[in-house]
Structures are given as C-alpha cells and as structure tokens.
C-alpha cells in the first residue's frame, strides 16, 4: 500500500523521451547498462518493440566484475549508460581497451553520462586515446516507488556530512530543477542544514534571479511545498538503523516493495505447515501472505514445489534457536532469542495456504549465529544503560573485534554508538583505537576516522547529547520505540512540524527539553505573535536557527484554509534516506482520521526524493571509500576533483612524523649544548 496519491506520468514521459531521443540519434543497436541502474533504465525506456526506429535495440545489464561480451561486437553501434562517477568510467574504458585496434574501428561507441559529464570524467576519456562520442542525458532521477523519487548515488552521504558541494549534491539541485520545469514553482521551500539552505538558494537564483524572469509566468506547482534536509542534521537515524528486530529482519532481507505485518502467538512445525497447505491444494494462482514482523502486508510467489523444502527449512531455523536458547545462560539474550523465535513463525489466517520467499530464508539464517547475537546483545545494552557500562568490558570487545578482523564499517558502527551513548569515550582508548584501526586495516581508514571525529560521531567527550537523554526524554526504554513508534527520527519530526501551519499541537513531541520548549512557547504566546510558526519551533531543533531559513517571499498556509484539502509535499533528503525514516514518512501518510478530527494522512502526501534509500550499515559504508578520497581545488573559478592515493596519502602524513621528530631530537641537541 502507497499513500502518496501524485501523478508523476508527466516525470516518466520526460525521462522515456530523453532515453528515446539518444537512442534514435546514435542509432544504437545495444545500450549497456551497469546492473545498479539497469532496472531504473529499463522501466524508464518502455517497450521497445513498439517504437519502429528502435525495434532492434537490446538494453543489456552489464555486471559488475564482468567484461563486455564478446558477442556484442558483431553490432556496430555501442552505446554506454552511466553516471557522472569517474570510477565506473574507468572501468567501461579499461574494458574497451581490451579489444583489439581492428576490432574497436569497427564500432561505433557512444556515452550517455548522467546528468552531465565532470570534468574529471572528459579527462579519463580524453587520455584514454579513444574515439568516444560523449552524450549528456538530462535524467538525473528516477522514479523507484510511487512515493519514492531515488538518484541511486550512495556516494551522497559523505557529501553531505562533509560539507562538499560535489557532483553527487549538483546532481540533487538538478532534480528539484528538473521538478520545477515539470510540475510549476515551489510555492514554498523550506531547509535545514548547510547543503539545503545552498540549494534551495540555488533553486531561487536559477529561477527569479538568473532568468530575470517574473513570478506570474511561471505557472504555479502542483506541490503545495519542498522541503530540503541535509542528511547532517540527524545523522543519529542513520547510524541507529537496523536497531531493533523489526529493522533488522527487514534490513537483512532487503525487501523490495511494501513492509511486512506481524501476528505472534501460534508456531507451524514441518508436519502441521504441510497439513494446512494440502488442505488448499486446489487454490492456486491466490496470493498467500507471508507474515512476520512490521505494519504493511506483502506478498509473494513461489513455485509450489519448494514448498517441503522450505518446511523443512523453517524446522531446521527452529531448531537451531532452541538449541542456541538452551546452551545459553544469559537471560537477557535468551529473551531477545526467544522474541525472534517468535518473530519467524508462521501460520495459516483465514483458511488460505501460506506462501514463502526463499530468499527469505536464507537471509534469516543469518540471524542464528552467536556472534549476530552477541554483538547486537551490547549495542541494545549501549543504548538502554549508557550511565552503567562496564567500560573496560565495551573497550575490549571493541578491540577484540578489530583483532578478529571483523569488516571494518561494523567495528565503525559500534564504536560510534559507544561514543555518542556515553557522549565521548575516554582519550585514551580513542588513541588505542585508532592505532589499531590503521594496525589492522590500513592506513587508508585515517581520513575515515578523521571524517568520523569532525562530525562528532567518534570522538571523546564532545558529543552534544547523550541517546540515553532523549530516550527517558520520552519514557520508552527501548530507542527501537522513538524510531517506529509515537517518536519519529528528527528528520521526519522536523518534515511533520514543517507540513502543519499551526505546530502548537505536536511541539510536546519535538526533541529537546520540554521545560524549555514550554517556556519558549508561553513567550511566543505572551508576545504579539498570537501563533507559532515553523521557524520558530526549529530554533529548537538540534543545530539552532543559524542554518534554518524560510524564503521571505514565500506564504505559510493560514488557518483558514481548507482543511478538506489535501496537500502535495516534497521531502528531499541529501545524503541517502534509511528504511527507518521511511517507514515513519508512510505512516504519517497512513494516519486516517474523521471528517471533523482529520490527521496527518488526510491533509499531507509525502513523495521522498533521496540519493539511496540505503541501511544504515550501507550508508556509513559510502561515508568512506577504501581505495582512494577524492580532494577538490579551485582551478579558474571551478571546481577540479583530484584523485588521492591512500597509500601516497599515508606515506605523506608518515614523513612528516618523522621531519617533526626530527626537528625535535635536533632542538633537543641544540638545548643539551647551550
């Protein structure tokens, strides 16, 4: 079930016109395509056949570690579909190269870079010595879900948290640009964070200033709002997604689609699933439901002869849980065993024969393993009782990770918990952590480390607030209950406060010190504004007011508009949204309320538009590249990307350890002398 009701045919037909225009002009006979965005071109370009010049084109899925087919060769025109990323052009030219001269002066090769080609893109083309004809495609998004608008570049995330105004962050403004150019102005925009407020700016420039272009001939949009959030204003959502059972069942098996529902209660073994089935052995063609553990139903389909192995499957899981809850002596996990023992059950509803996803099953695996459970034990303990950790025991599991040489973005990911639990760890384990980090892993984790402790992720001592604040804050014990229960992320709060005009109601909701909050709103009340507006209440908000700014030209809807409309918004996030945060966007969508008490979902449809909807393992793992960082310097009022060894990098920052000890021993001598 989708919520959001908007039409968005008219982006879809843009996007098939710009493929379809490319395609005529290079005569393309098969256009390849990498397999992180082969499905998004695939649904954009439509059926083929039906277009009678492109009747012959093939659209093919290029693998990742895969080379170009030999048998493509018998084609003459080629044509390449990629992004603005000069990594996956390097490895289309290192392909090319591998043909031989004859063969490549037979073809035809086209490049199709999206939404624009970098300069450090041209310049690899450029040195390659290859005859490459280099085509801008002006689709910069694409349309992934009803209510969910994907840029695919999980690159964005660092760009966000760095401050850098990369490609990646172009490539965003280019998307509301382009929503602009289709759907009308934005009558409103509002930003939070510092890439938002340059953004939206940007957006005004392009439109009122660059053109020199009056208001009234645009027409108006048929989004009632914009809203532009930098992914660095809440980077705890992130960093705290999967966090619970829910999250992590849905993270590990990465459903594509709706969320799932929960029932609890009743278990099938092997025997009584296959009796339930034969009892509906004629039924086929229905769609039977899968259930566990969140708020939406989802189906699937399997061929109904996997349906014994899968039984046997689940009696296997289940067995192995129950013997994993017997050998173990600790109460705790045994309750967070047993919770999950009674997550993965099944059940037959109503009589209709349950169906299952293989796949399912064998990411549930996963879940059984002692370590899987050991680690989550601590983050779960991390976040409840942050004020009685046993430190010395946190600070050599950490460590005893990085000697089992655990992948690093999961030994990041525990150590940044630990660090913004108890506000900052000890100085003294921080240094032993990084020695070991760059012991173990390499060098080319400094930056990464370093970009961690600017952000105040992983650092000692400096972070702003406790997680244990917010959580007695709201009186739930568990932080799973403030991302899917009554208490949104922040980035989804602050989009909620944004949507309402009168914000009075849900202020008591807004993380921060409610004795505060009260008494800033008995200020405001007591003052000639009679009523809040969201400028206001984001002086609340994490980060103050100095980077939360509301177009003056702009009007606030007033209250007596009609509250039977029901508004468009957009929600564009910088940096990549999580499953967290958008599972809390759709149920605002879904709140339903009576004709004289509406809720959110009756006034509000949200569209996300995002880089990636990504998990949180996903997203600090592009915050950082392992084999290379990338500089930028102002070259002619532009900016150049550079592209930095690790391993140069490492060396560098070596020999000046060794010049500053050197300048020391020497000043040393000097002073022994005098």
């Known amino acids: ?183 009308g102005v934005f009558k409103e925009i509002y930003f939070k964070g510092s890439l938002a407020k340059k953004m939206a700016l940007q957006c005004y420039e392009r439109i009122y200033c660059d053109n020199k272009i009056e208001k009234q001939i ?43 529902f929960t029932q609890q209660n009743t278990f099938i073994g092997h025997n009584d699933f296959n009796a339930s089935l034969s009892q509906n052995q004629q039924q086929k063609g229905v769609d039977q439901q899968l259930l566990t553990l969140s708020s939406d139903p989802v189906y699937y389909k399997i061929n109904s002869l996997a349906i014994d192995k899968v039984a046997a499957e689940m009696d296997k899981i289940s067995n192995q849980l129950k013997t994993f809850y017997a050998q173990n002596k600790n109460d705790l996990v045994q309750q967070r065993i047993s919770e999950l023992n009674q997550q993965v059950k099944f059940y037959n509803i109503l009589g209709q024969k349950l169906q299952v996803h293989t796949r399912f099953l064998s990411q549930i695996l996963k879940l059984t393993d002692s370590d899987f459970y050991r680690q989550f034990d601590i983050e779960q303990f991390l976040l409840k009782n942050p004020d009685a950790i046993d430190h010395q025991k946190i600070q050599q599991f950490i460590s005893l990770q990085i000697i089992q040489q655990v992948p690093p973005e999961k030994v990041l990911k525990l150590a940044c918990l630990y660090s913004i639990s108890i506000g900052g760890i000890e100085e003294k384990f921080y240094k032993l952590f990084v020695k070991n980090m760059l012991h173990m892993y390499g060098f080319q984790y400094y930056p990464t480390i370093s970009y961690l402790y600017q952000i105040n992720w992983l650092t000692y001592q400096k972070c702003q607030f406790k997680i244990k604040d917010i959580i007695e804050l709201f009186g739930h014990a568990d932080i799973e209950n403030c991302v899917f229960a009554s208490i949104q992320p922040i980035s989804v709060k602050l989009t909620e406060l944004i949507c309402y005009a009168d914000v009075y109601q849900d202020l008591y909701k807004c993380p ?7 008494r800033y709103l008995q200020q405001m009340m007591d003052s000639k504004s009679k009523r809040l507006t969201v400028k206001n209440v984001s002086m609340m908000l994490p980060g103050g007011d100095s980077d939360t700014y509301i177009m003056e030209d702009l009007v606030t809807p007033n209250e007596n508009q009609d509250r039977k409309q029901k508004y468009n918004v957009i929600l564009c996030v910088i940096g990549g949204i999580t499953q967290a945060e958008l599972s809390a966007i759709r149920q605002l969508n879904n709140l339903k309320g009576e004709e004289n008490a509406p809720q959110f979902g009756d006034r509000f449809s949200i569209t996300v538009m995002a880089s990636d909807l990504q998990t949180g393992d996903q997203l600090i793992k592009g915050f950082f590249d392992q084999q290379k960082q990338t500089k930028f310097q102002e070259d002619g009022g532009q900016l150049k990307e550079i592209q930095v060894n690790d391993a140069a990098l490492g060396k560098e920052i070596a020999e000046t350890d060794e010049q500053n000890l050197e300048q020391v021993q020497q000043k040393k001598k000097r002073t022994r002398r005098g």
């Open 512 to 518: 921060g010190d409610d004795k505060d909050l009260m």
């Open 218 to 260: 645009y027409p108006v949009s048929q989004f009632s709002k914009i809203i532009i959030i930098d992914r660095a204003v809440d980077p705890i959502s992130a960093l705290l997604t999967p966090v619970g059972y829910e999250s992590l069942l849905k993270e590990f098996c990465q459903f594509q689609g709706q969320t799932i």
């Open 1 to 183: 079930f989708r919520a959001s009701s908007f039409d968005f045919s008219a982006l879809q037909t843009f996007i098939q016109n710009q493929f379809l225009q490319l395609l005529r002009q290079t005569q393309t006979h098969v256009l390849l395509v990498d397999e992180v965005m082969y499905k998004n071109v695939v649904q954009a370009v439509g059926d083929l056949t039906n277009v009678p010049t492109l009747t012959k084109t093939k659209i093919v899925c290029l693998q990742s570690n895969e080379a170009i087919p030999s048998k493509l060769l018998e084609h003459q025109n080629l044509s390449f579909f990629t992004q603005s990323d000069h990594s996956q052009v390097q490895k289309i030219i290192s392909y090319l190269k591998l043909f031989s001269q004859t063969q490549f002066n037979k073809l035809n090769i086209s490049m199709f870079i999206s939404p624009k080609p970098s300069f450090y893109c041209e310049q690899i083309i450029k040195d390659s010595l290859l005859k490459i004809s280099i085509f801008n495609i002006n689709v910069p998004i694409f349309i992934q879900d009803q209510d969910f608008l994907s840029l695919n570049d999980s690159k964005a995330f660092a760009d966000s948290v760095l401050g850098g105004e990369t490609q990646s962050t172009n490539q965003m403004l280019q998307s509301v640009l382009l929503l602009q150019k289709l759907f």
